[in-house]
């Protein structure tokens, strides 16, 4: 069984100023965790993912993440904001490894950010 | 990169009907296909998995006879919504499984209305 609690359902920064958005996980097995961020009426796009190795994970648009399996947390970070970055952010957890048939993503709530000028 | 292709991008249709949303994986073959429904503000709902040439799996409290699915290839999965109601308009992602380890790509969405 896994599941996702995304703290903050609304995060508002302002330009420029730091990105933390937290996500929280549980799975029985190790995971693969995800971020994706959503625009208005799009689809989902992958931002990163850990699956094994470094825990400290980089994605696209300067956003990062670090794995910490001690705090079984998956925090999304952006050093500077951008107001482009004003979407709705989704962590996501499936089971992790080769082999077996549930793949299933599960998602997080979600967490709109807005950016102030 | 991973591609997937959902199409229509929008449609609307009257209460009785049924509607059809493709989903094609464009440069990698899709193993398992996920579709999911999204609510306004709301995060995604898995609705059903499936697999090529074989039944989707639904989630529980997902009707499979108004929810149609078909994954006919590698590339191709399908989902009918089968006369519909104004109740069923709502955002419909479908999200395929291939290519790299660990991925999922996920489609435009499809804003279904019914009127």
């Known amino acids: 069984a896994q599941s996702v609690t995304q703290l903050g359902s609304h995060v508002s920064v302002s330009e420029g100023a730091l990105v933390l958005l937290r996500c929280n996980y549980s799975s029985s097995v190790p995971p693969y965790l995800f971020w994706y961020v959503q625009y208005p009426n799009q689809g989902l796009q992958l931002l990163l993912k850990y699956t094994t190795g470094a825990t400290l994970v980089k994605g696209i648009n300067g956003f990062e993440a670090e794995f910490k399996k001690s705090e079984t947390s998956f925090h999304l970070t952006k050093p500077s904001a951008h107001m482009s970055d004003a979407a709705e952010y989704f962590c996501?957890?499936?089971?992790?490894?080769?082999?077996?048939?549930?793949?299933?993503?599960?998602f997080g709530k979600g967490t709109l950010l807005t950016v102030n000028p | 990169g991973a591609v997937v292709s959902q199409h229509p991008s929008r449609v609307i249709c009257k209460s009785g009907t049924s509607v059809k949303i493709e989903c094609r994986s464009l440069?990698?073959?899709?193993?398992?296909m996920f579709w999911y429904r999204q609510f306004p503000k709301k995060s995604l709902m898995l609705m059903a998995t499936?697999?090529?040439?074989?039944?989707?799996?639904?989630e529980q409290g997902v009707e499979k006879d108004k929810f149609l699915i078909n994954h006919a290839s590698l590339t191709l999965s399908t989902l009918t919504v089968t006369s519909a109601h104004p109740e069923d308009s709502s955002f419909y992602i479908c999200?395929?499984?291939?290519?790299?380890?660990?991925?999922?790509?996920f489609g435009s969405g499809t804003r279904l209305t019914v009127v």
């Open positions: 499936s697999n090529e040439g074989s039944k989707a799996t639904y």
């Open positions: 440069d990698f073959q899709a193993t398992t």
């Open positions: 996501a957890v499936s089971p992790g490894g080769s082999g077996g048939s549930n793949y299933k993503l599960t």
């Open positions: 999200s395929a499984r291939g290519g790299l380890v660990g991925g999922y790509t």
